[in-house]
T-cell receptor, first 117, second 113 residues
Framework: AQKITQTQPGMFVQEKEAVTLDCTYD???????LFWYKQPSSGEMIFLIY??????QNATEGRYSLNFQKARKSANLVISASQLGDSAMYFC??????????????FGTGTLLAVQP | DVKVTQSSRYLVKRTGEKVFLECVQD?????MFWYRQDPGLGLRLIYF???????EKGDIPEGYSVSREKKERFSLILESASTNQTSMYLC????????????FGPGTRLTVT
């Protein structure tokens, strides 16, 4: 069965440092996509970055990059130069072909990141 | 910009009441979703819809129903609210394509007393 695992319930990082949020996934499908979302305390989910299983290069979006290791089934989010505004809950999510045209996502349980000044 | 709106940010209802949560998107997305979010459990899919009047159960549909009469609007209905339905409810929408992300509304925090 498809599954997303985020093993870090909470993390601290100093402002301006880089931080890695872990995500492992389980699917028997060859074609899948991985997403990261940010949820600030206000509650809205903000899409950050996407990686397709056939993408040869790791995805990057500004200060966000996705460290995609297909053989290990991991898709860790790296935030460079952390800012106070990065304090939020972060969710990893996956969609594989079982989701089909409906674009269903499976979410992990999230990691709460606190950026300290 | 894609916009997904939800009818209420906070809602307090009594046990046994019928509750309607409304979600509207303005980007002509085919797919719409309802999730509930609970601490330590992440987001769990309740129902989704891939077209008008079309719906499918998600992972936790018990105690809920949905309605999609128009493409832009997707309603979640709690037929008889119970205290274990106290939660944050998130609506999302997306295009029907492979790599497209879901866009989320601001959420409704429902308390059932």
């Amino acid at each position: 069965a498809q599954k997303i695992t985020q093993t870090q319930p909470g993390m601290f990082v100093q402002e301006k440092e880089a931080v890695t949020l872990d995500c492992t996934y389980d699917t028997s499908d060859q074609s899948y996509g991985l997403f990261w979302y940010k949820q600030p305390s206000s509650g809205e989910m903000i899409f950050l970055i996407y990686q397709g299983s056939y993408d040869e290069q790791n995805a990057t979006e500004g200060r966000y990059s996705l460290n995609f290791q297909k053989a290990r089934k991991s898709a860790n989010l790296v935030i460079s130069a952390s800012q106070l505004g990065d304090s939020a809950m972060y969710f990893c999510a996956m969609r594989d072909s079982y989701g089909g045209a409906t674009n269903k996502l499976i979410f992990g349980t999230g990691t709460l990141l606190a950026v300290q000044p | 910009d894609v916009k997904v709106t939800q009818s209420s940010r906070y809602l307090v209802k009594r046990t046994g009441e019928k509750v309607f949560l409304e979600c509207v998107q303005d980007m002509d997305h085919e797919n719409m979703f309802w999730y509930r979010q609970d601490p330590g459990l992440g987001l769990r899919l309740i129902y989704f819809s891939y077209d008008v009047k079309m719906k499918e159960k998600g992972d936790i549909p018990e105690g809920y129903s949905v309605s999609r009469e128009k493409k832009e609007r997707f309603s979640l209905i709690l037929e008889s609210a119970s205290t274990n339905q106290t939660s944050m409810y998130l609506c999302a929408s997306s295009l029907r394509s492979w790599a497209y992300e879901q866009y989320f509304g601001p959420g409704t925090r429902l308390t059932v007393t």
